[in-house]
């Protein structure tokens, strides 16, 4: 009997048999090559217009590197992991959107290693520095975010995205009656001193969460209260260029004037400082989907 594979068949949800070099589907046949232990999960035929390619190599291991600078110890990132930590109990099946570098499953398999943990991603440059960093701790799978996800409805205990593309009709539909969806993002304010001066680079919008809850409850998903941190944090301006050149503002920078940017780290007699504070605004949503209420017969 061959193994079979914690992904389903990206297009008809079946199983998938793990094989040296591919993961098939013994339901519609499909085939899945695998490059490096990642299999590519991106069913043809479906591609959505507006979907990129996902982060470059450099954008990726620049987003690592930031990661490695805060730490887990940051005050945005220890609003994440505690609310993760939370809800994160041994066995549990954790699927990451959109992981990127993989920082985020590495830091939650140190610290709740019982668990079981899926990276997926759409960029092959993310997923290769996601396994040679959180490695065996964590599986990686290529595929995109925005499209049907590679596993069965109702298998996945917890779905968590940071800063990442998602389908929420398709987070509803993986998660385990009583599963967790936690969503982190920075708010409006977040760096407001750094986007204020250069208007020219994408930032939060203020509606994001608001309008993902109102979403999420029409899916039958309950909302908790939002967490929200924020903080004045000095920042050094290589640790800030090094984060914009991460985010999809990469694609912009060499676009903009950065001058005014620049000018925050001079003092008033021209010299240079070292740290700037810099507003750190970060916000997790936490939606349950609830357990089905056995005194109610099914419809
Ligand atoms: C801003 S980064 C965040 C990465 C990671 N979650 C983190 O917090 O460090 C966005 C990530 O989403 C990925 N991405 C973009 N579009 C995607 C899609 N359609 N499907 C899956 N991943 C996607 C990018 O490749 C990138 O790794
Ligand atoms: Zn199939």
Redesign the pocket.
């Known amino acids: 009997m061959t193994a079979t594979s914690p992904f389903a068949c990206p297009t008809c949800l079946g199983e998938l048999e793990e094989r040296p070099d591919a993961l098939l589907c013994r339901e519609c046949g499909a085939s899945f090559a695998l490059a490096n232990d990642v299999p590519d999960l991106i069913a043809a035929g479906v591609r959505i217009a507006s979907?990129?390619p996902?982060?470059t190599p450099a954008?990726?291991w620049r987003?690592q590197r930031f990661?490695v600078l805060r730490g887990p110890e940051a005050p945005e990132n220890a609003l994440l992991l505690e609310r993760l930590l939370e809800v994160i109990d041994d066995g549990a099946l954790v699927v990451?959107?959109?992981?990127?570098?993989g920082?985020?499953l590495g830091w939650l398999a140190d610290r709740r290693p019982g668990a079981q943990y899926i990276g997926?991603?759409?960029?092959t440059a993310?997923l290769d520095l996601a396994r040679r960093d959180a490695g065996r701790r964590a599986i990686y799978g290529r595929?995109?975010?925005?499209r049907q996800y590679p596993f069965a409805s109702a298998t996945v205990d917890v779905v968590v995205?940071?800063?990442?593309?998602a389908l929420l009709d398709e987070v509803a539909r993986v998660l385990r009656p009583g599963g967790r969806y936690v969503r982190?993002t920075f708010g409006p304010r977040h760096w407001a001193e750094v986007y204020d001066r250069v208007p020219g680079l994408p930032r939060a919008r203020e509606e994001t969460l608001a309008t993902e809850a109102a979403h999420l409850a029409r899916l039958g998903l309950a909302i908790e209260p939002v967490h929200t941190i924020e903080r004045e944090i000095p920042f050094s301006r290589p640790a800030v260029l090094l984060a914009l050149r991460?985010?999809?503002a990469a694609f912009h920078i060499n676009r903009v004037d950065l001058e005014p940017l620049h000018r925050l780290w001079r003092d008033e007699e021209g010299g240079r400082r070292e740290h700037v504070s810099l507003t750190v605004e970060a916000q997790v949503l936490v939606a349950r989907r609830p357990v089905a209420d056995a005194s109610q017969p099914p419809a």
């Open positions: 979907e990129g996902g982060d954008m990726a987003r990661d990451d959107l959109g992981c990127g570098p920082t985020l997926l991603d759409i960029a993310a595929a995109s975010t925005r995205r940071r800063l990442a593309p982190f991460a985010n999809p």
